[in-house]
């Protein structure tokens, strides 16, 4: 019987701690090795496909799948792993932009140090590409794994009517489109409908699908930061930024959260969108009888020249340095990125394999062929930024965006002025 | 009369605006997508495609049991702990009884600002950061309660205790079996508000919980409401909504009188 | 028997005071080391005009929100306290919002204050008069941002107001009304004394939770429209659990606190000498 307070009260504590140590993911004494994918449908299918392959044919190294939580919370899920110790040997779903704080935290495994890492790589990826995941350090700390780049969704049947029958190209074929889209039906002194629609948070994650991606299409594939130098004080900054300006000011775009209602692209609310391959899974699943899309790539400046490029929400594979056998995680990972998983990959998840080439590779014509859809993102893949390296890539994204709030939503800053603001707040955390 | 009319006009107006928006959005929930930004209270048709929809979304099932849980535990842990420290605060005689007091009510004064980060922080080092009990453990003391206890205990008449001491009782025996049935009330009320403060707390597990299987109600909802899952589907976050509103509804409308009392006099202990 | 609370007291409330004190003095991200630099974070945080920004925003919601909540609650508390009938169906109504949790409150006022969709314009626009930005004009969005509080919170002080203005003396007014006095009269000459104890009360649970305003932002609008919404809770959790900036976030903490404790104490002064 429990005869007094301080009893109680060890007891408690012993039962606490115990708790803890019972609540851990996993301990590093695994005899097999950990791998966590992402936690959509397909790409869990296409884990488990690749890793019952693998074990068939190599007994020797066991891999065991386990999905993570997606989105967001899947960057904490990892930070609570890093910091408890509970990391897996290797993870996919990795955001580019993460590596870089993780690599300096040491946390993650240098490939480069690999047998047969580089030239793995170099056939699978061109050098821009190569040269974007190196680290400040020298070393490669990740695996380049998928793209889903943004591009511009359009209403074929819409733009058609209004004298688009191809999608518009520059800044003044989009404003031209917008004018004549844009309607007030009732009367009421707004309008009804909007050539497009981008979010207006503040969030730096939205920006990844206005700003960024139309800074890269006018910059030819520009650095926003490179080491300790901000990089993006020059005309396609201002001019994205003044096109995206012009869009709301004229409210072109609504300034309104649209949430209130069903997808406003399927019920044609609005004609345009900036977003990647995973509307195609959606849109076909919810579209309205005759409805008719295709994409193409973002509007640039009316005086541009060159590339258009986009940019690509890369994922990547790292391995963690818990990993006890690093050379035999890449023999895993070299596997699963080989060219008959890449096809599987694709095939099953709809999501393009980060790979040079993927759309004049003849292998892959079959699939293009069965899926028309996809035809411009692999056309585009060749012309896809990820993130620049820096450690504090979302307290840049951030202050970008506060500022593409004042400008852009707002009206009350020049572009020109914008720009500079957010140059001389990155600088000072650069340092 | 005529002051009668116009005082029954605006209590009831008053009543009306402070319960409308619930009433709305439990029959926009209820209401087909074309109808759920119209104003008038009843749907044409009463549809659930909105929870279906939600429930197929996220694990909103999961989400209130984790938050029943939670709830659950700690009432259960505060309602032991604080009335043990108001036991020993009230009745019994140690050294360093009053500097515990004083200690007791200068936490009170201290801004939970300055110690969300570290709280924080030691949750990770022991590595409880997406277990149920980063959300349960900090939360298992609660100097109100304490101090509610403490009053009530105070006035419980000194013999019983004596009386039970007598029978050989030891102090945590003498607390459950003399003293809380003699403390209905001081339960209840600070049962009630550490069960509905828990219940609706949204900071603390946004902060530590990360994982969808260990999230809370109102945690599921907010980020659901914030984040794109709805789909752009207002009857959806509305549904959500609804759903994390209706038990404290439906425990509200048979107990108001306790929840008003509870919250009262919590307020009078200042 | 208070050894439970004592060991919950030192790790939970002792431990996080003393480690954020040092923690302060340190720039950590959680994954890295912990790098000692000083007094850079709060170099850093008096040039932080976000920050400041935050606090602005919250002392208007707090300048906005107590005065409104306090009339709307003594205004309710006096109906109530006339010889009414159905009176716990009243106060049951008025208190529902206190008890629903906050998320549920933000979503549906959401609703209400959406520009082209919102429940609120679109009377507007039935009435013929224009569209009101709650949400989009920076100078109106806080005010809305208060004026939902109020409605969540009034409640509960108009009971705690009820329970006071119950509390005095029957004979106060019978006296005033020999003398003549008007309804008015007696409000500020009789009650409103009488009640001082209540309304500091309500003054200081308002400030203590107003300082906490963080969810409704959160959800309603993220800090915009240009920051005009970003509370000072809002823009901690932001340096510490987006962006990690612990050492940082810990400063920030500490600096609003302190904040915090000042306000309090200059209430009680304001309000003694009343």
Known sequence: MVRSGIELGVILLTVCISFSACGRVDDQNRSYFLYWSANNPYEIEFADFVVKAWNQKNPAIPVRFQPVPEGRSSEEFI????????????????????????????VLVALDTLDGFLQTISQRCDSTTIAEITSSDGHIY????????IMLLYNKKEMASIGFEEPPATYSEYLEAAERFCKDFNGDGYFDRWIGYSEVLVTWLQRFFDFYPLYLAASGGGKLVEGSKVMFVNDAAIKSLAFLQKLYARNYFSKEILSARQDVFLSSVIATRFTGPWEIIHAEKFKPAGFEYDFCPL???????????TYGDPKNIVIFNTCRDPQAAWEFLAFIINRENDLKFLEITTQLPRRKNIFSDPYYSDYFKKNQKMIPFARQS??????DVSPVLKEVFDIISQEYEFCVVHNKKSPEQAVADAAQAVQLILE | MMKKFVLYSGLTAGALMFLYPFIWMISASLAPEQEIASLNLLPTEFTLRSYLHMIDKIPIGRAFINSLLVSVSVTAGVLVFSSMVGYALSRLHFRGRDMIFYIILFTMTLPFQITLIPQYILIVEFGWANTYLALIVPYLVSTLGILMFRQYFMAIPQDLIDAARIDGCGELKILFRILWPNS????????????????????????????EELMTMPQMVALFAVGGRAESQLGTKLASAALLAIPVLVAYSFFQRYFIQSMATSGLKE | MVSPYLLHLLVFVAFPVIFSFILMFHRWNIISSMEFVGLRNFVVLFQDRLFFTAIYNTLIFLLIHIPLQIAVALLLAEMLNQQIRFRAFFRAAYFLPVVISGVVVTIVWQQLYGFDMGLINRILTGLGLSRVGWLTDPNIAMPSIALMATWKNVGLYVVLFLVGLQ???????????????????????????????????????STLGGFSLFIEPYIMTGGGPMNSTISAMLYIYKQGFTFYHMGYAASLGFFFAAIIMLVVVIQKKLIDRE
């Open chain 1, 382 to 387: 060749r012309f896809v930024r990820g993130t």
């Open chain 1, 299 to 309: 509007p640039i400046p009316d005086d541009f020249q060159g590339n258009r490029y």
């Open chain 2, 184 to 211: 209905v009330p001081a339960l209840v009320t600070v049962g009630i508000l550490t069960f509905m403060s828990v219940w609706n707390e949204v900071l603390w597990p946004l902060i530590v919980i990360r994982t």
């Open chain 1, 79 to 106: 930070l609570a792993a890093v910091v408890g110790k509970t990391t897996p040997d290797f993870y996919s779903n990795m955001w580019q932009g993460d590596v870089e704080s993780y690599a300096r935290a040491k």
């Open chain 3, 167 to 205: 509390g005095v003396p029957e004979h106060f007014y019978e006296a005033a009304d020999i003398d003549g006095a008007s309804h008015w009269q007696k409000f500020i000459y009789i009650t409103l004394p009488a009640i001082k104890p209540t309304i500091f009360m309500v003054v200081v649970l």
């Open chain 1, 142 to 149: 990740q695996i380049p794994w998928k793209i889903n780049p």
